[in-house]
């Protein structure tokens, strides 16, 4: 069992930057991929970023590469996500996870594919 807890978020003016973390319980952090998703208000979950076991390889949804930025520090157990130039299209709740899908697009992006969630963070960005 992977218990994850979310820090980070708020309201936060176009163009600036951003650091969402969370943080797991447990001894495995380092067995999991550890991904970022992302839930607008009436639409579905989205894909944003995963990195791999060991913090060496990042994968990121297409469109979003370049302003956001996973990592990872297994010694704390932690992982993060960082935005620059963020967007009033950025507003939504951020989610991490916590799984092992296999290393290439259509499992990193599948939320079936992460076992444990943390509770959510809020960005809003405003004009």
């Not at 991904?35 to 607008?40: E, M, S, T, V």
Request: some cysteine.
């Amino acid at each position: 069992q992977v218990q994850l807890v979310q820090s980070g978020g708020g309201l936060v003016p176009a163009g600036g930057s951003l650091r969402l973390s969370c943080t797991a319980s447990g001894r495995t952090f380092s067995s999991y991929i550890m991904g970022w998703f992302r839930q607008a208000p009436s639409q579905e979950r989205e894909f944003v970023a995963a990195i791999g076991h060991l913090g060496t390889i990042q994968y990121y949804k297409p469109a979003l590469e370049g302003r956001f930025t996973i990592s990872r520090d297994n010694a704390k157990n932690s992982v993060h996500l960082e935005f620059n130039g963020l967007e009033p299209e950025d507003t939504a709740v951020y989610y991490c996870a916590a799984g092992n899908p296999r290393w290439y697009g259509e499992q990193l992006e599948a939320a079936a594919q992460y076992q444990y969630w943390g509770q959510g963070s809020q960005v809003t960005v405003f004009l």
